[in-house]
Every structure is written in C-alpha cells, then in structure tokens.
Nanobody, 124 residues
Framework: VQLQASGGGLVQAGASLRLSCAASGRTFNRVATGWFRQAPGKGREFVATINRSGGTGYADSVKGRFTISRDNAKNTLYLQMNSLRPEDTAVYYC???????????????????WGQGTLVTVSS
C-alpha cells in the first residue's frame, strides 16, 4: 500500500487549503482512513477520520473548519481546511487503518499505512 499526500503550502491566516491523499494497492472504501498532523517539537496529533461507512470524526481544534472526505472511484482522501490559523501549522499525514475501530480512531498507532506528509504553514 502506498499513500501519496499533496496540497500543502504557505498561506495566510484565514485562508483555505485542500489536501489530497492518493492510495494505491488498497481501496479506501473498505477501511478507516484519517489525517494526522505533527507540529515542530510536538507529537503526532489526530485531525480527522472517515470510517468504512463514511462516518466522520474530528478533533475539537478543527471541528467546524476542516472537512474530511473521500472519492472511492479515485481512491483518494481529502482534507478541506478553511479558516486556517497559525496553530494549524504542521506536517499533515494521511493514514489508512484496516484495524481501526471506533474506540481507537484518534490513536495514530492504530493506523498501519502512512503517507509521506505534506507541510502546511499558516502565517499570521
């Protein structure tokens, strides 16, 4: 399984970005997928998830601003990020978790496959 994340960049506070994650070797629509991020000097943080049934979940810090979605035909996962803040600055990683269940969706250790990360920098 290979995951290729893209779409990061440098934006000003209040702007929007859409991250993409293209998968090969495994279809998205039968497993849970998620986005995590890691800011400099910090641990990997849960951002959002979409499960096998299409149900979504978000970290409180991004709820109402970020939207996770997927296109099963393109085998691609997305993260639409609106109203970006400087504290959203991080490397964003997509992940695929065949073993993820409701109780561990926010645990990065539950995800088996990871993209290489894409850097999002939000200036104030």
């Amino acid at each position: 399984v290979q995951l290729q994340a893209s779409g990061g960049g440098l934006v000003q506070a209040g702007a929007s970005l859409r991250l993409s994650c293209a998968a090969s070797g495994r279809t998205f629509n039968r497993v849970a997928t998620g986005w995590f991020r890691q800011a400099p000097g910090k641990g990997r943080e849960f951002v959002a998830t979409i499960n096998r049934s299409g149900g979504t979940g978000y970290a409180d810090s991004v709820k109402g601003r970020f939207t996770i979605s997927r296109d099963n035909a393109k085998n691609t996962l997305y993260l639409q990020m609106n109203s970006l803040r400087p504290e959203d600055t991080a490397v964003y990683y997509c992940a695929l978790g065949p073993s993820v269940i409701q109780s561990n969706v926010a645990n990065h250790a539950a995800y088996s496959y990871w993209g290489q990360g894409t850097l999002v920098t939000v200036s104030s």
